[in-house]
């Protein structure tokens, strides 16, 4: 999902990044307010006018929307959370965490951090529009009384409302299953509500409100069904260390092999991305080399240099330690868009990691233990 994405900024230790899919959908709010809402709302300006209206609030709703995903991700740091940074896609943005809350008072606090925050910007652009309501043009008006407007409806967004309900529905059930599946069928029953609403608005010939209720709906639908499915991936994997899932008798390269060789009967012949490089008897990891290793090296020269000339350490994002949590390995594969992890021992290489060893893992549990709706397994309870 978050493959196209491009980092904008850092700030107080978290990456801003924005998926394709968000410019996408900041072309259509620029458009919609611009065709739609402005010249309904302000009548008699110039189309250039109600452009660049549309524009700056668009603007203004990206940063809104950056500053609402600060508020979550500095809760949840406070308390002991791994954040990984901020991404914005299709609607608003994603904190990204690389561990979920583990009791209902820390994700109720995180999850309410963020509408909190969503009514205080709105609050401070309505003070800002009434205090210069007299003396600015008409144009600046209406973008600073929009954006108090779409910060009050960011604040009722149900996605943080959903978090909300689950983290009380945890609270007073004692299980955070249950509380994900109900609050889940919420959302998806919310999400399809929105696209009735969009039914019913194309019906009345209002095309750009239709649009908008259509989209949210299928947006609200898909991430309730995939914060439950998620949340299935997490318990069937908890608790189960990466030595479980690992091959321990992974393909390696010698420090003093020609690159030559390693072009042809490795990155040739295996098809993987990145080779971990052990000297041959003692199996310590000397580091790993990729096929963009090679590419610095004149293809004439292969045979007269060796691996250990372009070898590169392997870094924290692509070696684990067999011990570790699978759900870690899962985390630590989505978050570097490795598929294959270097399970590593005190220096010395014991294993190598795959994604498609995890979800095989994944496809035979759900198989043999149903598919943790029916009833609950073990994996479930906590
Ligand atoms: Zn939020």
Redesign the pocket.
Known sequence: MFSHRVTLFKLLGFEVRVDASWLLIALLISWSLAVGYFPYRYHGLSRGDYWWMGIAAALGLFISIVI?EFA?SLVARHYGLPMKGITLFIFGGVAEMGDEPSNAKTEFLMAIA?PITSILIGVFFYAFHQAVVTVWPITVLGILAYLAWINWILAAFP??GGRVLRSALWQWKGNVASATRIASSIGSGFGVLLMLVAVWQLWEGNFIAAMWYFLLGMFLRHAAESSYQQLVIRKALEGEPVRRFMNSNPVTVSPDLSIENLVEDYIYKKHYKMFPVVADESHTLAGCVTSSNVKNVPREEWSRHQVREVLQPCSTDNTISPDADAVKALAQISRSGQSRLMVVDHNHLVGVLALKDLMGFLASKMDLEGDFRSHTPHALTR
């Open positions: 609402h979550h963020g996605l943080d």
